[in-house]
């Protein structure tokens, strides 16, 4: 056994919902033990921090964290970079970034996220002007199914590094990723409660595009008013000012307490809000770093289409409002930037995307996720890649021009499909992959 191999003592994600199949759990602590693993593996995969919600992760071989990896972030002012190590979580990063007066462009919801398995999923905040974070990173290395160490850059291979970032870590290990940096700055964000159900579907639009970065928060259940939550930057070079926010409020009010995005759940974990100013990194995710996000009991999916098509969307998925509303702890919009990674479910489209927080009842929830599938196919909806969804092979294989060219680049790394697993392998089928 290797050193930094165990049994795997029945591992699940961070929901819960899945149990690894792997037979060896490996943390190695240097890059050459992770060339040797995955040069010796007949079927290899990296987790981050297992917070996706389907088997996307998972192998039966040898699956490999990068936590335990020589941690880095340095900051390189000069380029406006910052080169972390694969295993880093977003709210490691920023609180670094911070301190130095520097700053990411966006963040997703959730700090706790590691840099890798966000980007190679297409993990997004929201911002009409925001691409996912993955469109940050300008440079991956990533140990290959030879065992071989290979770097891809957006300037030096361009195309290739579009199929290579976000690859749902099907081209290799990511040991360290470089990523673009902005100068620091802070955010307001304050909520909004009690807006009407027919004013957000009237002033969709309107309302997504009123800040730095918006989410609206619905049951789906057109009884209950909705949550608009708001970040704004402050005095920035963009016009954006806690006092240019949108000044409607499309008939809601102020919250003059703190919340929290999931109904029931302490205010105290969700990050600073009521308007005062502070630190991007501690505004810009929903959650804090120091608490434990959301409750673990849930399930997740969400669906990404272009962004002029948010009204029909929202007027399709108000038809099936009473399949939605019983599986459901809360629904999320936000918007999405177009950016050109090839399998990205923003490539090539800026984007609505509409979310959904489950309860964590499967057999529940899979026939309305298929139901909301259907509603949003005249969109040409791409699902999240690390959320559950149940879109079939030949439906992606036609959501994504460029899936074919995805699979070749897989091939031409890993002939032997080392880095495969059921899960993935099936998402490819209908551009040549085998079932396993
Ligand atoms: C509470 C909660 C909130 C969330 N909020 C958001 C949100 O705001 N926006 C959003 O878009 N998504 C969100 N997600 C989804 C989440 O961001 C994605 O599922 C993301 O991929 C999880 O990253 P991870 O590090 O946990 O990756 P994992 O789930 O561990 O892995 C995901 C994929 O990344 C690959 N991977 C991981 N590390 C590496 C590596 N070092 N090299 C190569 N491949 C690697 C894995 O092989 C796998 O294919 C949320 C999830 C939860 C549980």
Same mark, same amino acid.
């Given at each position: 056994?290797?050193?930094? /191999? ?30 040797? +693993?995955?040069?010796?593996? #007949? ?18 071989? =040898? ?8 941690? +880095? ?7 406006? &970079?910052?080169? %972390? ?11 670094? &970034? ?29 911002? %009409?002007? !925001?691409?996912?974070?993955? =469109? ?7 140990? %290959? ?14 195309? /290739?590094?579009?199929?290579? %970032?976000?690859? $749902? ?38 309302? $997504? ?18 949550? +608009? ?6 005095? =920035? ?10 000044? #409607? ?10 919340? !929290? ?12 809000? &009521? ?6 990194? /501690? ?23 272009? &962004? ?63 139901? +909301? ?24 294989? !036609? ?21 495969? !697993?059921? /899960? ?13």
């Amino acid at each position: 056994m290797h050193s930094s /191999e165990s049994q795997v003592p029945a591992m699940t994600n961070w929901a819960g919902n899945i149990s690894f199949s792997a037979a060896r759990f490996h943390r190695p602590a240097s890059v050459g033990e992770v060339q040797q +693993i995955v040069g010796a593996s #007949k079927a290899v995969r990296a987790l981050g921090t297992g917070h996706s919600f389907n088997r996307i992760a998972d192998t039966t071989g =040898d699956l490999i964290s990068v936590t335990d990896l020589p941690r +880095i972030i340095e900051v390189d002012s000069q380029r406006s &970079l910052v080169r %972390v190590s694969g295993g880093i979580r977003y709210g490691e990063v920023g609180g670094q &970034l911070a301190a130095a007066g520097l700053a990411l462009s966006n963040t997703g919801s959730l700090p706790h996220i590691s840099v890798a398995g966000a980007c190679a999923t297409g993990t997004h905040g929201s911002g %009409v002007g !925001n691409p996912n974070l993955s =469109d940050a990173v300008q440079e991956i290395t990533m140990v %290959v199914p030879s065992g071989d160490l290979v770097t891809v850059g957006r300037d030096t291979a361009p195309d /290739e590094f579009s199929g290579s %970032v976000l690859a $749902l870590g099907r081209l290799g290990i990511i040991t360290e990723l470089t990523l673009r940096i902005v100068p620091g700055f802070e955010v307001s964000q304050t909520v909004l409660e009690d807006v009407p159900d027919d004013q957000v579907g009237t002033h969709l639009m309107e309302i $997504l595009s009123s800040a730095y970065s918006v989410s609206i928060f619905t049951s789906w259940n057109p009884m209950v008013p909705q949550r +608009i939550w708001r970040k704004a930057r402050v005095l =920035d070079d963009n016009g954006f000012h806690p006092k240019s926010v949108h000044p #409607k409020s499309w008939g809601g009010r102020p919250a003059t307490v703190a919340h !929290n995005p999931l109904p029931g759940m302490p205010a105290e974990h969700a990050t600073q809000q &009521l308007g005062v100013p502070g630190p991007w990194n /501690e505004r810009l995710p929903h959650f804090r770093l120091n608490f434990t996000p959301s409750s673990g009991e849930e399930l997740q999916s969400e669906y990404l289409l272009p &962004l002029e098509l948010a009204g029909p969307a929202w007027a399709a998925l108000s038809e099936i409002r009473q399949k939605i509303a019983p599986v459901l702890q809360i629904g999320e919009i936000r918007t999405v930037a177009r950016d050109s990674m090839w399998i990205s479910p923003c490539t090539g489209q800026d984007s609505v995307a509409f979310h959904f927080t489950w309860i964590p009842d499967p057999v529940a929830v899979l026939p309305v996720v298929t139901a +909301i599938e259907r509603q949003l196919a005249p969109f040409r909806a791409r699902p999240h890649w690390g959320k559950v969804f149940t879109t079939s092979p030949e439906a992606l294989a !036609n959501l994504y021009p460029r899936l074919g060219d995805f699979h070749a680049l897989a091939q031409r790394y890993d002939p032997t499909n080392k880095l495969g !697993n059921e /899960e993935v392998d099936n998402w490819f089928r209908a551009v040549g992959v085998p079932s396993r």
